[in-house]
């Protein structure tokens, strides 16, 4: 019966599954039922809480490693950055150097190898402008010690041409022509010595007042004409009408012209053709001379305005001067705030051309 099973359980003794009452039965089944899904309910709790972990930790792990690289990428770019641009201003005091800007200094302290650099650069630029400035001083020198003899050569040549210190045959007439035409060219060298000495060291003063450049280019031919005649060169003027009044040196700009024609006429050969042009553009007045030579090299273009700076004679069929007329072309021009280049094709001739601004104010030193 019930009280002998469960006297029999109370003892440790097995009681037989036969002899459990179906209903403590169903009811045993029905805790343990109970305890597995509850332990099953655990553990998928658990399981979903660790994936979560899991989830979180490998998405921190992702922005981390994001994190890191966008930091080295950011650190690798300002460094970069820093040393392209140290670099570039590098590039920019040579081309400065090159350009005859001694001045030109670089502000790098830094302690590594690109200072270091910068501060060699500044030192070579400080020697550099050192011998510049001695150079200068040396030809502004030696063209004043020289002006005062050929001037008075030349006061002496003429006066025995007027014969004023006696009858002069025809072969001292010849003699004298010549010692006139080469005390001529030296006079003219050493002004253009002084005349770039000065400009270089901004104390070229500018008269410059209001003028129409029309009377400028006309002078300038008339100037020239005699020696395009004697060479059979034809000179042709294409000069816009009315072009606007410009502030101007007249006699500076005639300068330029000048020297831009006797440039064109004497690489011209003989028959050939020298064409002077003006008109008004949207960048101001363009002065041009174009002329039916040889035409430049285009290795020669890029330092045909430097100092001292001639075109092989072999390429260009005339003999080269001082290499002084187009430097001092350039000053000029660009302290009338223009710019002046040069277009060539080898065979097809030479153009010079320089523009001048229509409205513009000029500060220059001694000028008005």
């Known amino acids: 019966d019930v009280s002998a099973r469960a006297a029999r359980l109370a003892e440790g003794k097995p009681v037989s ?5 179906p209903p403590v039965f169903e009811e045993l089944y029905g805790l343990i039922t109970t305890m597995i899904s509850d332990g099953r309910r655990s553990l998928d709790a658990a399981v979903t809480v660790s994936n979560a972990q899991a989830d979180r930790a490998r998405q921190a792990t992702i922005l981390a490693v994001v994190l890191a690289g966008l930091a080295s990428s950011s650190i690798a770019l300002v460094i970069v950055r820093s040393i392209h641009e140290r670099v570039r201003k590098l590039d920019e005091g040579t081309r400065q150097i090159a350009s005859g800007n001694f001045a030109y200094a670089l502000d790098d302290p830094s302690p590594d190898e690109l200072g270091s650099l910068a ?11 050192e011998l510049d400035r001695m150079k200068a001083d040396f030809v502004s020198c030696l063209s004043h010690e020289l002006r005062s003899p050929l001037t008075s050569l030349k006061e002496a040549t003429s006066l025995m041409q007027d014969q ?4 002069v045959t025809p072969k001292q007439e010849r003699l004298l022509k010549i010692i006139e035409i080469d005390a001529d060219k030296l006079l003219r060298l050493i002004n253009d010595l002084l005349d770039l000495s000065k400009m270089e060291a901004g104390m070229m003063p500018l008269n410059v007042h209001p003028a129409r450049i029309e009377e400028v280019l006309r002078h300038a031919v008339q100037e020239i004409q005699p020696l395009a005649v004697g060479k059979g060169i034809h000179m ?5 009408p009315n072009l606007p009044v410009i502030r101007m040196d007249e006699l500076r ?6 020297n831009l024609l006797h440039n064109a006429v004497k690489f011209t ?7 002077l042009s003006a008109a008004e553009t949207p960048e101001g007045i363009r002065v041009s001379v174009k002329d039916t030579g040889r ?36 000053h000029i021009v660009e302290a009338h705030r223009g710019r002046i280049w ?14 001048l601004p229509v409205a513009h104010a000029l500060v220059t030193t001694g000028g008005t």
């Open 269 to 275: 050969e003989r028959e050939g053709t020298v064409t």
């Open 17 to 21: 599954l036969d002899e459990v009452p």
């Open 253 to 258: 700009i005639q300068q330029v012209v000048t």
């Open 295 to 330: 035409g430049i090299p285009p290795e020669a273009q890029a330092r045909i305005f430097d100092k001292f700076h001639q075109v092989d004679p072999v390429m260009t069929g005339a003999s080269g001067g001082t290499g002084l007329g187009l430097p001092i072309a350039r």
């Open 119 to 129: 501060r060699s650069f500044n030192q070579m630029a400080e020697k550099l402008g």
């Open 164 to 167: 004023v210190a006696g009858p």
């Open 342 to 355: 040069v277009e060539s094709n080898p065979g097809d001739g030479a153009s010079f051309a320089f523009v």
């Open 236 to 240: 042709v003027s294409l000069i816009s």
